[in-house]
């Protein structure tokens, strides 16, 4: 039997086990210096959990700071456009920021004032992760530091500028491919040298236990309202979910509540870029191979001599070239399947959406949409799809903008 056989049976709550593994993915792949820092906060973030006033003050900060719940919104136009399966948004677009970020910036913010730390840093790669800690932080009066790799910084102008508008120092990474891996390298030396006081929030499914389990149970918000607001307005749950997956977030936040539900189809959207062509893309189970990224286990895009890739995807934010490991498991599982979305699609769509809806959907979520029509498209009108839309895309109109070939001023 398969690893991945062996723990099929394993109920979705009992996992990550004790030591963060998936089955064979996940795990705690750092320095000495840093296990026990994760040894604290693993700690710190059990006691938390379990404790009803924790709880209540996230759900507080969660409902007036953040805006929840999001509305799960009937897609009319786009249904009709495709004349298959009825399409349901989960608006997580419409959350104070932009995007489903702040679940985790708050819920990761109140468990640092929970441990006392004073200072937050966190890395980010389009910036919506830096831009919702900096919210949350300013919110706390807790000192925010956010690294970003030099050439996001430039691509990302704006959330620079909207972040050091909320108050946090925005560092530039001048190492590697001055990107996300690289402001990852940074933000984690930074803690190791101030462990003391620093707390470094991470902002996507992904690194050494126990973020992957925390990060997740912070969005599991997303499919537990979803679940209640779909058997309140079509008295059944839908047939299909489909969620984008950079470091996995998201999709594993409005799957997780869905997992036992054997009947409805889970679908994971990673970005296929130019195509899946060694570099032009960012499709990790489309060739990634197993191995050890920035403190976990998981799929990774390497070259023949375990050299991290290069990616590409139009989207900043699915652009990064590991897995998080419970989608690693889930996929070797058969429980949740995958697909990609190319760029030149994603552009259609984005254009479909804003025409159809008047919602301007984030590049990453059009991923997610890009393959909910294909699937609404091939299904009969009493079946139900659910994309989540992980965030809006005012941040992208300039990118867009820029390749549709339209002057601005
Ligand atoms: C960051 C981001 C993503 C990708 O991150 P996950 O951890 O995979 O969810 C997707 N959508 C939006 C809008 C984002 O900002």
């Known amino acids: 039997m398969s690893a991945a056989e062996t723990s099929a049976s394993l109920r979705p709550e009992s996992l990550p086990d004790a030591a963060g593994h998936f089955g064979p993915f996940g795990g705690v792949y750092v320095p000495e210096t840093l296990m026990t820092a994760l040894k604290e906060l693993g700690e710190a973030y059990d006691a938390a959990r379990r404790d009803p006033v924790y709880q209540e003050e996230l759900n507080r900060h969660l409902k007036e700071f953040a805006g929840r719940p999001t509305e799960l919104y009937f897609a009319e136009r786009l249904t009709q456009h495709c004349g298959g399966a009825k399409i349901y948004f989960k608006r997580e677009d419409l959350l104070h920021t932009g995007a489903h970020k702040i679940n985790n910036a708050l819920g990761q913010v109140l468990l640092a004032l929970r441990m006392g730390k004073t200072r937050i840093i966190a890395e980010t790669g389009a910036g919506q992760h830096g831009v919702a800690t900096a919210a949350v932080c300013a919110k706390f009066g807790l000192q925010c530091v956010i690294y ?14 909207r972040m050091r508008l909320m108050g946090a120092e925005v560092r530039g990474v001048e190492a590697g491919q001055k990107t996300l891996k690289d402001a990852v390298n940074e933000a984690m ?84 870029g130019r195509g899946i062509v060694r570099g032009e893309h960012a499709a990790r189970f489309e060739g990634g191979k197993l191995g050890v990224l920035q403190g976990s286990k998981t799929y990774i895009l390497q070259n023949p001599d375990g050299q991290i890739e ?53 590049l990453e979520s059009t991923h997610a949409l890009v393959e909910g029509l294909k699937r609404a498209k091939a299904l009969p009108k009493d079946k139900i799809v659910l994309v989540n839309l992980s965030g809006r895309g005012d941040k992208d109109v300039n990118q867009v903008a820029k390749l549709l070939g339209v002057t601005l001023r």
């Not at 970003?148 to 500028?161: K, S």
């Not at 929030?201 to 607001?229: C, N, T, W």
């Not at 399947?337 to 301007?360: N, T």
């Open 148 to 161: 970003m790799g030099a050439v996001d910084m430039e691509r990302q102008a704006l959330n620079v500028f």
């Open 189 to 272: 030396r930074d803690w190791v040298t101030n462990v003391r006081d620093t707390h470094y929030i991470l902002g996507s499914a992904l690194g050494a236990h126990p973020y992957p389990m925390m990060v997740r149970d912070f969005h599991r918000v997303i499919g537990r309202e979803a679940k209640a607001q779909i058997l309140a307005r079509e008295g059944r749950l839908p047939d299909e979910i489909v969620a984008c997956v950079g470091g996995g977030s998201n999709a594993i936040g409005v799957f997780f509540d869905f997992l036992e539900d054997a009947a409805v189809r889970l679908i994971g959207v990673e970005a296929g």
């Open 310 to 362: 290069l990616t590409h995807s139009v989207s900043a934010g699915l652009d990064y070239a590991a897995i998080g490991p419970e989608h690693a498991y889930y996929r070797d599982t058969g429980r949740i399947s995958y697909a990609y979305a190319c760029d030149d699609e994603v552009m259609e769509v984005f254009q479909l959406c804003s025409r159809l809806e008047g919602i301007i959907p984030a």
